[in-house]
Every structure is written in C-alpha cells, then in structure tokens.
T-cell receptor, first 113, second 113 residues
C-alpha cells in the first residue's frame, strides 16, 4: 500500500524553464510534507518542507504547493538549472501514534543546458 | 561548523551478527533521525531521537533499535543481521525537529554476507 506516490519516474526540462515535480498521497492525516534531493552516489539533501496547515512555502527558487482537497503536492523549481539534475523524493509525516515518515519512490529530473 | 559525521563509513558483516552505527550531529542540533536507503525500497525512515528519547519510529522490526546520548550523539543497532539489511544507513540532524531543515551525514554502507 503506497501511501505516497510520485507517479512520474522521470522529468526532462530545458534550463531556465520551470520544473514541476508532483506527489500524491492517500492519508489526509499527514501533518508535514518534505522534499529531498539526491545526487547519484550521494546521500539525500533536505530541500523544503510544508505544514499541512499551509498551502504554499517558498525558499529561493523552490516553492512547494499543497492541495489538501486533492491530496496532492508539487515542487516548483524556477528557473531550472543543470545543477538541479537529481532524484527528488517527497515524503509525508504522520505525527499521531509513534510518528511515521513515508517516502515516495522518487522522480529523476534532468535539466538540459 | 562541522557537518554530520557517521562512523564507520563501510562495514561488512555476516548473517546473524549484530552491528552498531554511530552518528554525531552538528553541534547544537538535538534531533537525530535515521534512514535506510536501498536500490529496491528507496528511502525509508527508521526513527528519530530528541533529547535522548525516541520520538518517532518507522515500520521496521524490533531488530532495529537506537539510542541518543546526552551530547545528542546517536547510535543505531541492528541485531541478527539478514541479507536484506544490506543498505546505506543515513543519519540526519536538525535543531529541534526533522520537519525543519535537516543535514545528512555521508552514510554507513553496510554489506551483509
């Protein structure tokens, strides 16, 4: 039962354009959502998070949007740069009970110069 | 400021053995979380410690345990190792909660033979 899904395994965009990475979830009780970036042969890097009480959070070129009614979040990267080429993971956190953080499968972003 | 350090970086064990991994967070960070990264399962959350207490826990069997010391350093223990435990084990630290900015260590590559 995949509670957090990233349905696009890969995405290719041109440098300077917008990259939109999508993530769907099934449990409306998730409290926080996080995005991570991972380069090959390296560990992940935390990018940005958003509380379930918000619908948008922005940090420089990265903006995360949360649509609770659709159980959907997206990460926008504007403008995209070749150095953004990496695997992006979304994750959802459920604080009730013992607390669980569940990751999506990842989307590989390629930004072409 | 020194980053998150993990020791050892590489480890080879045989089935049935146990292993202890260590993580030293960034100075001043009190939250330490642990993750397992494998090619098949992707990223999975193990647990989070704050002020020497396990605050959140993922869906891993009881063979996986951890602790945090008063200086915020954390250890993770896996008992009765199985082949499927071969993975990159990552720890990350943050000031107070892993839903805020996290900083990852380089990981410990565990191979179980």
């Amino acid at each position: 039962d995949q509670q957090v899904k990233q349905n696009s395994p890969s995405l290719s965009v041109q440098e300077g354009r917008i990259s939109i990475l999508n993530c769907d979830y099934t449990n409306s009780m998730f409290d926080y959502f996080l995005w991570y970036k991972k380069y090959p042969a390296e560990g992940p890097t935390f990018l940005i998070s958003i509380s379930s009480i918000k619908d948008k959070n922005e940090d420089g070129r990265f903006t995360v949007f949360l649509n609770k009614s659709a159980k959907h979040l997206s990460l926008h990267i504007v403008p995209s740069q070749p150095g953004d080429s990496a695997v992006y993971f979304c994750a959802a956190f459920l604080s009730s009970n013992t607390g669980k953080l569940i990751f999506g499968q990842g989307t590989t972003l390629q930004v072409k110069p | 400021k020194a980053g998150v350090t993990q020791t050892p970086r590489y480890l080879i064990k045989t089935r049935g053995q146990q292993v202890t991994l260590s993580c030293s967070p960034i100075s001043g960070h009190r939250s330490v979380s642990w993750y397992q990264q494998t090619p098949g399962q992707g990223l999975q959350f193990l647990f989070e410690y704050f002020s020497e207490t396990q605050r959140n826990k993922g869906n891993f069997p009881g063979r996986f345990s951890g602790r945090q010391f008063s200086n915020s350093r954390s250890e993770m223990n896996v008992s009765t190792l199985e082949l499927g435990d071969s993975a990159l084990y990552l720890c990350a630290s943050s000031l107070t909660t892993f839903t805020d900015t996290q900083y990852f260590g380089p990981g410990t590559r565990l191979t179980v033979l």
